[in-house]
């Protein structure tokens, strides 16, 4: 994650939220990294959905946010994870 495009994400989320709001993140992860994915939301309990084949898993979390800032360092804290897919 560059600088320029944290700071477009910024200033989308700022434009579409209002803080505090309910977020969704949702994320790909491959098969065995779910339990590095949900860590980070110790706290909050998923929903996950196996892929046909086996190979990822899509878990999904909705949260309170209180900020932008907030939910770009998750999105950060995520990115650390081998293999995962932010949508």
């Known amino acids: 994650m560059n600088a320029q495009w944290i700071d477009r994400f910024r200033i989308q989320l700022d434009q579409h939220h209002a803080w ?3 977020y969704i993140f949702k994320f790909i992860v491959p098969r065995g990294k779910e339990d590095a994915l949900k860590a980070l939301f110790p ?3 998923p929903s996950e959905k196996v892929s046909k084949n086996g190979n ?3 878990i999904t979390l909705q949260m309170m ?3 932008s800032n907030a939910v770009i360092e998750i999105y ?3 990115s650390k994870i081998e293999g ?3 949508l």
């Open 20 to 22: 505090p709001s309910l």
């Open 56 to 58: 990822y898993t899509s």
């Open 65 to 67: 946010m209180p900020s």
């Open 76 to 78: 950060q804290a995520a």
């Open 84 to 86: 995962i897919i932010a």
């Open 43 to 45: 706290m909050h309990t």
